[in-house]
């Protein structure tokens, strides 16, 4: 595969999705409780989960429904539920993750949910159905220690990417994997690996091809740039 052309600009572009039904907004309050609330109507805000770290739940929309994740505090395991369009829960919550997962991220491209996150300074997956079916139990394995910060977002013609820091060399690359909606995961692709510091990625679907988006510093200080990269 070519290697991605490689822009600097400013600001940094943060991941989005396009949303299809209706507006769900999802919280978690201090004391761990994960809500949400359907925003085009007068619905009051219901019960999700208890016992959350209180941290940004993330959220994905499908056609007739969403799918909310977060961490779970007691077993430091990622937990999802799905939320109809009218903001009420779908069954009970169910665990994604076999093991601890950091910041969880999620995205939909149509066909199933993607949810990735970091464990033990490894990215890993899994696919999730729109009945909340957890399709990859053992997960995906997408980059080996040390790396962090997963970030993703879906194609609308199916399909992820997927894109993380990694650490083997200092202070720090991007790379990303591609994964379909069966499962199957891309070898990593280098997208950013010159002399210098390179964190914080984001991913967007953007005309027809992946945005990728990142810091940027030079080798010698960490005041950064925005930089992108554009994966076809």
């Known amino acids: 595969m070519p290697r991605p052309l490689v822009t600097l600009f400013f600001p940094l572009l943060l991941a989005a999705s396009v949303a ?30 208890s016992d959350a770290c209180v941290a940004t739940p993330a959220l994905a929309t499908a056609p007739t429904a969403h799918l909310a994740i977060w961490t779970d505090c007691a077993s430091h395991h990622a937990f999802g539920q799905i939320v109809a369009s009218d903001g009420l829960p779908v069954g009970a919550p169910f665990e994604v993750s076999k093991e601890s997962a950091s910041s969880p991220h999620v995205a939909f491209d149509g066909e199933v949910f993607l949810c990735a996150w970091e464990t033990a ?55 990303a994997s591609r994964i379909d909606a069966s499962g199957s995961a891309s070898p990593a692709i280098a997208i950013a690996t010159e002399p210098g510091g390179d964190q914080s990625p984001s991913v967007a679907w953007e005309e027809g091809g ?22 076809e």
């Open 210 to 231: 992946f945005t990728v988006t990142w810091q940027k510093s030079a080798s010698e200080t960490w005041f950064s740039v925005s930089a992108m990269a554009r994966v």
């Open 121 to 175: 300074q490894t990215i890993r997956a899994a696919r999730v159905s729109l009945a909340g079916l957890v399709l990859d139990p053992s997960s995906i394995l997408l980059a080996a220690a040390p790396a962090r910060h997963p970030a993703l977002a879906a194609s609308p013609n199916g399909g992820f990417l997927v894109a993380w820091e990694s650490w083997e060399q200092w202070p720090g690359d991007i790379y």
């Open 20 to 49: 299809s039904a209706s507006p769900l907004v999802v919280w978690v309050d201090p004391a761990g409780t994960v809500h949400a609330r359907a925003t085009d109507g007068d619905a009051e805000p219901v019960v999700l989960a």
